[in-house]
């Protein structure tokens, strides 16, 4: 299979922090990156040799992003579909099908439950009496989130009871409704698979999500985690292998007592993948830029005994550059994006170890 000679250029659209986690990477395997995304404060570019800050349904600057590269990959899942219609489909990779199943959040759960999966009961929500119907047939507590563009807990509503659910204002788009799940904790599997349908995965860290967000990776994960691995794993791997996946793709799931239950789908690397640049033999950014580029994917053993990744978020960012005054050698990364704004994560911080404490 031929591969992605030195110097070649790896488009990329999104320009936040996994474009310039993805692009360092790009760099660092002799390849030039360019990134495409909308007006904003695309970090990615400041280690791409060019960038586009064009709208996407600017077609004139696509297809000019389009001319520079020899691989186009993303960094997000809500890249306009659209926006892969006006690029050569035999340069974009991982390809438009799994971008269609991970943008709506009924179609990846009917995609991984025909697979096996175990999801949150669930029931499609378009308007008002919907809501109500779903509440009475799935249950209270409920989670109410839009089928798509949400992300980080945006776009989600909690509710409590049916009597909160006949409160609710509803947004005017299509919705899902999913039951509260009872779990003990939350991990991903993340998966990297090449170009001739090798699939290595990284271990999966306990994560913690406040308000949605993730704020913690931990290794290691404990034993839920570990006892329901293999099962979650099955599921990724045949989600990759049915979309012909090639990259980095994640699904997160749900420890619970009755075993994991699958809530969804990324189909990029992933926060809670940020520790394998020092944790693992190979970063899930490395390894995504190989597998693109048709390289020979690197190992993805772990290579301490601990690990936690902790996001450094809004204001929190502007006195970071004290972490690396503490014991322990902390791996800071900060993304430089220009407005610690509430809620945005700003970097990370990676602490690994192999004493016993
Ligand atoms: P999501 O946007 O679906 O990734 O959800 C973000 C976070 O909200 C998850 O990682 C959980 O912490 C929480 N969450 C989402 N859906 C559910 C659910 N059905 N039951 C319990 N917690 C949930």
Known sequence: MSSLKPGSTIGI???????RMLAQSAVQLGYRAVCYAPPGDNIAADV????????????????????????????????????LDALPAERVVPGKRALEIAQDRLNEKLFVEELGATC????????????????????????LKTARDGYDGKGQWRIASAHEAEGIRFPGRTCIYEGLVEFETEFSVILVRSKDGAVKYWDSTSNRHEGGMLVRSALPAGKLIEAQVEEARNIAGQTADALGYVGVLTLEFFATKQGPICNEMAPRVHNSGHWTIEGAATSQFENHIRAVAGLPLGGTETRFAQIEMRNIVGEDALAAHQILAEEGEPHLHLYGKKEAREGRKMGHVTRVSNSAD
């Open 48 to 83: 791409c040799v060019d960038h586009f800050e064009n709208g996407w349904g600017d077609k004139a600057a696509l297809a000019a992003f389009a001319a520079k590269c020899d691989v186009i990959t993303w960094e997000f899942e809500n890249v306009p579909l659209s926006v």
């Open 13 to 19: 659209l999104g320009g936040g922090q996994l474009g």
């Open 120 to 143: 949150a009961p669930h029931m499609r929500v378009d308007n008002e009496d919907d809501l109500k119907r779903a509440a009475d047939r799935v249950g209270t507590p409920g989670i």
